[in-house]
């Protein structure tokens, strides 16, 4: 217990040593402070006819001057006097016309005086910012790091030579801005920014989320420049992926739009991506005729067409079954890069219904028929179309690929996927 009294008053004799010069300096009185803030008042040319009143450490300044910052400087010098706790500012402005505008004249002319003196400085910093905005073309043109991503990454090709050319030019701003004098106004415009940026976030909140979305989208790679796919409901060959839209050219040969958020949070079918890709169709047979010889002659016919696969092999299965027959479905794979699905799928189709009634195996009547003849003739039936032998072309349709490479140069600047090569 005497321990702990001992080191408590040590503690309060320590403070209490530190304290005493603070406590025995003198606090200076209102007449003091009052001498001090008019010698420096009268100190200046321009604020001789203020006048200053300390009472109790409150400053109060009276008197007029010509314009708003010399009032503004009469209170930076009153509360940088020692002893002065609040400035009371009572300054009015010379209401004299002719005075106020004399000096608005002298101030414009002080100013043309250092802007001509700071002449060299200002040529100079539109020099620095010229040279910066070659300076990031040159170097955003010339990345090896663009060049080995635009191979990979055909997305990413024009955003990262965008933002390096942008900090960059930011870069050369800011030395010119440093060059003139003006670092406050750097930190103005930087604070601005800040400011403006969080309001056009609120108030472009969608613009933003399409513009993330495009940057999230290239590195995703969901598709390439001339990819067949479907977007939500939309299905069509991709033309450009832009900061704000992917556009998509339909098979009718229109301009489709799709926001980039859109696309991100749909589910993307990508036709192209694999190069094997299956059709499938079906046709009916009747129970007169048998199934299993109408499989077979139909995958017979579907190996014979141009532009069919033999390894996935062509298939064949019974999906439905009814009283007058039953619907037998066939599929068969191809490869994308060399034949088109619609045609090859419409060349199978074509060819297993004339295989299937060469062989006699007909498709059940939907309409019952009731034929009268004559007892003195023979019967005929009526005369049926026949298939010819001779194969159609099966090759991949080009006809789009013209309106693709139209569209995507209209888009040059702010394609992303100009660097890709055409499909």
């Known amino acids: 217990m005497i321990d702990r009294l001992r080191t408590l008053a040590f ?67 009153a509360t940088s006097v020692d002893g002065v706790r609040q400035v009371n500012n009572q300054i009015m402005l010379d209401p004299d016309l002719p005075v106020r505008i004399r000096a608005a004249v002298d101030e414009l002319k002080g100013k043309l005086v250092r802007l001509v003196v700071n002449l060299p400085l200002l040529v100079l910093a539109i020099l620095v910012i010229m040279f910066s905005v070659w300076l990031g073309g040159f170097i955003s043109r010339r990345m090896q790091l663009v060049k080995r991503l635009s191979r990979h990454n055909p997305y990413m090709d024009g955003l990262v030579r965008n933002i390096v050319k942008t900090l960059v030019v930011l870069s050369g701003v800011l030395i010119a801005l440093n060059l003139l004098g003006a670092t406050s106004l750097v930190g103005a415009v930087l604070g601005s920014a800040g400011v403006v940026g969080l309001a056009l976030g609120f108030a472009f909140k969608d613009i933003a989320e399409n513009y993330i979305s495009g940057i999230l989208l290239s590195f995703r790679q969901p598709f390439s420049p001339g990819d067949l796919v479907r977007i939500d409901s939309s299905e069509g060959r991709v033309v450009a992926l832009t900061s704000r839209v992917t556009v998509l050219m339909t098979a009718d040969g229109l301009n489709l739009q799709l926001p980039n958020a859109l696309v991100f949070k749909s589910v993307i079918t990508n036709y192209t991506r694999n190069s094997r890709r299956r059709f499938d169709f079906i046709t009916n047979v009747s129970t007169s005729s048998s199934w299993n010889d109408a499989m077979d002659l139909g995958i017979g016919a579907i190996r014979g067409v141009a532009g069919v696969l033999a390894d996935p092999a062509p298939s064949a299965w019974i999906r439905d079954l009814s009283d007058s027959g039953a619907t037998i479905q066939f599929a068969g794979w191809i490869d994308q890069a060399n034949n088109d699905l619609a045609k090859t799928r419409s060349e199978a189709m074509r060819m297993v219904r004339r295989t299937l009634r060469g062989a006699g195996i007909l498709p059940p009547s939907s309409v019952q028929q009731i034929q009268l003849v004559r007892s003195d003739g023979d019967a005929h039936p009526p005369p049926v179309a026949q298939e010819v032998q001779e194969k159609r072309d099966t090759s991949v349709d080009r006809e789009m690929d013209a309106s693709v490479q139209e569209a995507r140069a209209e888009e040059i600047g702010s394609n992303l996927l100009n660097q890709a090569p055409p499909k």
């Open 11 to 77: 503690l309060l004799a320590t403070t209490f040593a530190a304290m005493a010069p603070a406590l025995a300096q003198p606090v200076p009185d209102d007449a003091t402070i009052q001498r001090k803030l008019a010698h420096q008042l009268q100190a200046r040319e321009d604020l001789k006819q203020v006048s200053a009143q300390v009472t109790g450490g409150v400053a109060t300044l009276n008197g007029q001057v010509v314009d708003t910052p010399q009032r503004q400087a009469a209170a930076e010098i």
